[in-house]
Protein backbone atom coordinates (compact mmCIF):
# COMPACT_ATOMS: atom_id res chain seq x y z
CA UNK A 1 0.00 0.00 0.00
CA UNK A 2 1.44 3.41 -1.01
CA UNK A 3 1.70 6.30 1.27
CA UNK A 4 -0.66 8.12 -0.91
CA UNK A 5 -3.54 5.87 -0.18
CA UNK A 6 -3.04 5.70 3.25
CA UNK A 7 -2.66 9.56 3.34
CA UNK A 8 -6.32 9.68 1.62
CA UNK A 9 -7.67 7.09 3.05
CA UNK A 10 -6.92 8.95 5.90
CA UNK A 11 -7.80 12.43 4.83
CA UNK A 12 -11.52 10.91 3.90
CA UNK A 13 -11.78 9.72 7.66
CA UNK A 14 -11.56 12.95 8.86
CA UNK A 15 -13.16 14.55 6.64
CA UNK A 16 -16.07 11.80 7.28
CA UNK A 17 -15.63 12.67 11.33
CA UNK A 18 -15.89 16.52 10.34
CA UNK A 19 -19.18 15.56 8.45
CA UNK A 20 -20.69 13.34 11.15
CA UNK A 21 -19.70 15.08 14.43
CA UNK A 22 -19.48 18.75 14.37
CA UNK A 23 -19.52 19.45 17.39
CA UNK A 24 -16.75 17.10 18.90
CA UNK A 25 -14.83 18.23 15.62
CA UNK A 26 -15.31 22.09 16.80
CA UNK A 27 -14.07 20.95 20.06
CA UNK A 28 -10.64 19.30 19.16
CA UNK A 29 -9.77 21.82 16.78
CA UNK A 30 -10.42 24.92 19.50
CA UNK A 31 -8.33 22.50 21.80
CA UNK A 32 -5.46 22.37 19.22
CA UNK A 33 -5.87 26.17 18.24
CA UNK A 34 -5.89 26.77 22.34
CA UNK A 35 -2.69 24.91 22.82
CA UNK A 36 -1.00 26.75 19.71
CA UNK A 37 -2.01 30.18 20.46
CA UNK A 38 -1.60 30.53 24.16
CA UNK A 39 1.31 27.88 24.52
CA UNK A 40 3.57 27.30 21.17
CA UNK A 41 3.36 31.05 19.77
CA UNK A 42 4.71 32.65 23.62
CA UNK A 43 7.13 29.79 24.18
CA UNK A 44 8.32 29.03 21.04
CA UNK A 45 7.96 31.91 18.44
CA UNK A 46 11.04 34.13 20.30
CA UNK A 47 13.35 31.34 20.13
CA UNK A 48 12.69 30.61 16.38
CA UNK A 49 12.97 35.01 15.73
CA UNK A 50 16.34 35.58 17.99
CA UNK A 51 18.00 32.22 17.14
CA UNK A 52 17.54 32.94 13.64
CA UNK A 53 18.98 36.28 13.76
CA UNK A 54 21.65 34.82 15.78
CA UNK A 55 22.56 32.31 12.51
CA UNK A 56 22.59 34.55 10.42
CA UNK A 57 25.00 37.74 11.94
CA UNK A 58 27.53 34.71 12.55
CA UNK A 59 28.76 35.20 15.38
CA UNK A 60 27.62 31.55 17.37
CA UNK A 61 30.85 30.58 16.67
CA UNK A 62 33.15 34.27 18.51
CA UNK A 63 30.41 32.87 21.52
CA UNK A 64 30.66 29.28 22.17
CA UNK A 65 34.72 29.36 20.74
CA UNK A 66 35.59 28.69 24.89
CA UNK A 67 33.34 25.34 24.91
CA UNK A 68 34.66 23.89 21.59
CA UNK A 69 36.99 21.21 23.50
CA UNK A 70 33.24 20.60 25.27
CA UNK A 71 31.67 19.91 22.54
CA UNK A 72 34.18 18.20 20.40
CA UNK A 73 34.69 15.81 23.36
CA UNK A 74 31.38 14.74 24.90
CA UNK A 75 28.49 15.43 22.28
CA UNK A 76 30.99 14.90 19.28
CA UNK A 77 29.68 17.96 17.55
CA UNK A 78 31.52 21.40 15.83
CA UNK A 79 30.87 24.18 17.59
CA UNK A 80 27.92 25.12 15.37
CA UNK A 81 26.79 21.72 16.25
CA UNK A 82 26.84 22.73 19.93
CA UNK A 83 24.74 25.24 19.77
CA UNK A 84 21.78 23.09 18.62
CA UNK A 85 22.94 20.74 21.44
CA UNK A 86 22.92 22.97 24.20
CA UNK A 87 19.31 25.06 22.24
CA UNK A 88 17.67 21.95 21.67
CA UNK A 89 17.63 20.79 25.02
CA UNK A 90 16.41 23.86 26.64
CA UNK A 91 14.15 25.50 23.97
CA UNK A 92 11.84 21.72 22.88
CA UNK A 93 10.40 20.77 19.85
CA UNK A 94 10.55 20.84 17.04
CA UNK A 95 13.24 24.05 17.23
CA UNK A 96 16.92 21.80 17.93
CA UNK A 97 15.70 19.83 14.43
CA UNK A 98 14.82 22.82 12.54
CA UNK A 99 18.20 24.45 14.01
CA UNK A 100 19.98 21.54 12.56
CA UNK A 101 18.10 22.15 9.25
CA UNK A 102 19.27 25.64 8.91
CA UNK A 103 22.77 25.36 9.67
CA UNK A 104 22.97 23.03 7.37
CA UNK A 105 21.11 24.82 4.39
CA UNK A 106 23.82 27.64 5.08
CA UNK A 107 26.76 24.52 5.07
CA UNK A 108 27.70 25.20 8.66
CA UNK A 109 27.51 21.43 9.47
CA UNK A 110 27.75 18.32 6.95
CA UNK A 111 24.93 16.12 6.37
CA UNK A 112 26.48 13.83 8.65
CA UNK A 113 26.52 15.76 11.65
CA UNK A 114 23.12 17.11 10.70
CA UNK A 115 21.61 13.46 10.55
CA UNK A 116 23.22 12.67 14.02
CA UNK A 117 22.37 15.91 15.87
CA UNK A 118 18.40 15.38 15.18
CA UNK A 119 18.51 11.61 16.89
CA UNK A 120 19.07 13.65 20.23
CA UNK A 121 18.36 17.32 19.75
CA UNK A 122 14.78 17.39 19.42
CA UNK A 123 13.79 17.42 23.01
CA UNK A 124 10.85 18.91 25.24
CA UNK A 125 11.49 21.29 27.06
CA UNK A 126 12.49 22.22 30.99
CA UNK A 127 9.54 24.15 30.64
CA UNK A 128 6.87 21.55 29.42
CA UNK A 129 8.40 19.10 31.72
CA UNK A 130 7.73 21.33 34.81
CA UNK A 131 4.51 23.35 34.12
CA UNK A 132 2.52 20.77 32.12
CA UNK A 133 4.37 17.27 33.33
CA UNK A 134 5.18 17.46 36.85
CA UNK A 135 2.76 20.07 37.76
CA UNK A 136 -0.71 19.65 35.48
CA UNK A 137 -0.46 16.23 34.90
CA UNK A 138 1.54 14.42 38.00
CA UNK A 139 0.46 17.29 40.31
CA UNK A 140 3.79 16.91 41.62
CA UNK A 141 3.25 13.29 43.19
CA UNK A 142 7.19 12.89 41.62
CA UNK A 143 10.03 15.76 42.28
CA UNK A 144 11.14 17.78 38.92
CA UNK A 145 14.52 16.57 39.15
CA UNK A 146 13.98 12.82 39.21
CA UNK A 147 11.67 12.93 36.06
CA UNK A 148 14.37 15.17 34.45
CA UNK A 149 16.80 12.98 35.29
CA UNK A 150 14.88 10.15 33.54
CA UNK A 151 14.28 11.78 30.37
CA UNK A 152 17.66 13.31 29.70
CA UNK A 153 19.93 10.51 31.00
CA UNK A 154 17.86 8.35 28.21
CA UNK A 155 18.67 11.10 25.63
CA UNK A 156 22.69 11.00 26.61
CA UNK A 157 22.41 7.56 26.74
CA UNK A 158 20.97 7.55 23.09
CA UNK A 159 23.35 10.22 22.07
CA UNK A 160 25.96 8.30 23.03
CA UNK A 161 25.00 5.21 21.08
CA UNK A 162 24.74 6.78 17.77
CA UNK A 163 27.65 8.84 18.40
CA UNK A 164 30.09 5.49 18.73
CA UNK A 165 27.86 2.88 16.65
CA UNK A 166 26.15 4.93 14.32
CA UNK A 167 27.44 7.92 13.38
CA UNK A 168 31.20 7.62 14.46
CA UNK A 169 33.55 11.12 13.37
CA UNK A 170 30.30 13.20 12.38
CA UNK A 171 31.76 16.26 13.27
CA UNK A 172 33.21 18.54 10.80
CA UNK A 173 35.88 21.01 10.57
CA UNK A 174 34.43 24.30 11.41
CA UNK A 175 34.46 27.27 9.36
CA UNK A 176 37.15 29.82 10.17
CA UNK A 177 35.08 32.88 8.29
CA UNK A 178 31.39 32.97 8.05
CA UNK A 179 29.68 35.19 5.40
CA UNK A 180 26.15 35.05 5.99
CA UNK A 181 23.34 35.52 3.01
CA UNK A 182 21.79 38.57 5.06
CA UNK A 183 23.80 41.37 5.29
CA UNK A 184 21.29 44.07 6.44
CA UNK A 185 20.46 44.69 9.84
CA UNK A 186 16.95 45.25 8.68
CA UNK A 187 16.70 42.17 6.57
CA UNK A 188 18.16 39.73 9.06
CA UNK A 189 15.29 40.89 11.32
CA UNK A 190 12.71 40.86 8.93
CA UNK A 191 13.76 37.57 7.49
CA UNK A 192 14.08 36.15 10.94
CA UNK A 193 10.50 37.53 11.68
CA UNK A 194 8.81 36.03 8.38
CA UNK A 195 10.70 32.85 8.86
CA UNK A 196 9.36 32.27 12.08
CA UNK A 197 6.11 32.77 11.87
CA UNK A 198 5.87 31.18 8.75
CA UNK A 199 7.03 28.09 11.16
CA UNK A 200 4.88 28.69 13.68
CA UNK A 201 1.45 28.53 11.27
CA UNK A 202 2.33 25.52 9.81
CA UNK A 203 3.54 23.84 13.46
CA UNK A 204 0.08 25.14 14.32
CA UNK A 205 -1.80 23.50 11.52
CA UNK A 206 -0.12 20.16 12.73
CA UNK A 207 -1.62 20.83 15.74
CA UNK A 208 -5.02 21.46 15.17
CA UNK A 209 -5.02 18.36 12.54
CA UNK A 210 -3.69 15.84 14.97
CA UNK A 211 -6.01 17.23 17.87
CA UNK A 212 -9.00 16.18 15.59
CA UNK A 213 -7.40 13.14 14.86
CA UNK A 214 -7.21 12.37 18.16
CA UNK A 215 -10.90 13.24 18.63
CA UNK A 216 -11.39 10.90 16.00
CA UNK A 217 -9.54 8.17 17.26
CA UNK A 218 -11.35 8.68 20.90
CA UNK A 219 -14.80 7.69 19.79
CA UNK A 220 -13.53 4.98 17.94
CA UNK A 221 -11.81 3.17 20.85
CA UNK A 222 -14.61 4.10 23.22
CA UNK A 223 -15.20 -0.10 23.75
CA UNK A 224 -11.60 -0.72 23.99
CA UNK A 225 -9.82 2.46 26.66
CA UNK A 226 -7.04 0.10 27.27
CA UNK A 227 -5.89 0.32 23.92
CA UNK A 228 -7.07 4.19 23.47
CA UNK A 229 -4.46 6.03 26.16
CA UNK A 230 -1.36 3.88 24.02
CA UNK A 231 -2.53 4.97 20.97
CA UNK A 232 -3.16 8.56 22.08
CA UNK A 233 -0.01 8.90 23.65
CA UNK A 234 1.50 7.71 20.64
CA UNK A 235 -0.30 10.15 18.12
CA UNK A 236 0.10 13.17 20.14
CA UNK A 237 2.12 14.05 23.60
CA UNK A 238 0.03 16.62 25.65
CA UNK A 239 -3.29 14.93 25.29
CA UNK A 240 -2.08 11.75 25.52
CA UNK A 241 -0.16 11.98 28.62
CA UNK A 242 -3.24 13.87 30.00
CA UNK A 243 -5.51 11.13 29.01
CA UNK A 244 -3.28 8.06 30.09
CA UNK A 245 -2.29 9.47 34.07
CA UNK A 246 -6.31 9.56 33.86
CA UNK A 247 -6.81 6.17 33.58
CA UNK A 248 -7.05 3.24 35.15
CA UNK A 249 -3.62 2.41 34.90
CA UNK A 250 -1.51 2.04 38.67
CA UNK A 251 0.51 4.62 38.47
CA UNK A 252 3.87 2.45 38.65
CA UNK A 253 2.43 2.04 34.75
CA UNK A 254 1.09 5.30 34.18
CA UNK A 255 4.12 7.08 35.06
CA UNK A 256 6.90 5.32 33.08
CA UNK A 257 4.73 5.82 29.99
CA UNK A 258 4.02 8.99 30.58
CA UNK A 259 7.55 9.58 30.76
CA UNK A 260 8.25 7.41 27.53
CA UNK A 261 5.63 9.44 25.37
CA UNK A 262 6.95 13.12 26.77
CA UNK A 263 10.43 11.79 25.25
CA UNK A 264 8.74 10.32 22.48
CA UNK A 265 6.79 13.22 21.48
CA UNK A 266 4.72 11.56 19.47
CA UNK A 267 3.64 11.42 15.80
CA UNK A 268 1.93 14.98 15.69
CA UNK A 269 5.44 16.01 16.67
CA UNK A 270 7.23 14.00 14.17
CA UNK A 271 5.24 15.41 11.63
CA UNK A 272 6.24 18.78 12.95
CA UNK A 273 10.01 17.96 12.72
CA UNK A 274 9.02 16.48 9.34
CA UNK A 275 8.23 20.14 8.45
CA UNK A 276 11.39 21.73 9.49
CA UNK A 277 13.56 19.60 7.64
CA UNK A 278 11.57 19.59 4.47
CA UNK A 279 13.38 22.40 2.64
CA UNK A 280 16.54 19.80 2.64
CA UNK A 281 17.20 16.44 1.76
CA UNK A 282 17.77 15.54 5.22
CA UNK A 283 15.83 12.13 5.96
CA UNK A 284 13.53 11.59 8.93
CA UNK A 285 14.73 8.02 9.89
CA UNK A 286 17.36 8.77 11.97
CA UNK A 287 15.01 11.20 14.16
CA UNK A 288 12.41 8.53 14.60
CA UNK A 289 15.24 6.24 15.30
CA UNK A 290 15.91 8.59 17.98
CA UNK A 291 13.31 9.23 19.54
CA UNK A 292 12.40 5.23 20.01
CA UNK A 293 15.35 4.34 21.20
CA UNK A 294 15.32 7.41 24.00
CA UNK A 295 11.90 6.72 24.49
CA UNK A 296 12.74 3.26 25.38
CA UNK A 297 15.20 4.14 27.70
CA UNK A 298 13.05 6.87 29.60
CA UNK A 299 10.57 4.15 30.26
CA UNK A 300 13.31 1.31 31.85
CA UNK A 301 14.73 4.28 33.83
CA UNK A 302 11.33 6.11 35.33
CA UNK A 303 10.55 2.64 35.86
Given amino acids: MSKNTILTGGICFLLVFLLLHPAESLSCARAGMTLWLNTLIPTLLPFIILTGMLTHTGHIRKLLLPFESFFHIFPGVSIWGGYVF ?6 GYPLGAKLASDLYGLHKISKKEALYLTTFCNNPSPAFIITYLCKSCLKDTVPAGMVFASIFSANLICMLFFRFFVYQNATISDSPEFSPEISSRKNILDFSIMNGFETIVRLGGYIILFSILQGMLKLLLLP ?28 SLTYPLALGFTSLGGLCIAA ?17 LGKLCCSACTFVLAY
Avoid at 86 to 91: D, I
Avoid at 230 to 242: A, K, N, P
Avoid at 272 to 280: C, E, I, P, Y
Fill in 272 to 288: QTKSVLGNTDLSLKPYV
Fill in 224 to 251: APDIKYLILGFIEVTTGTSELLHSSYPF
Fill in 86 to 91: VLGMLC
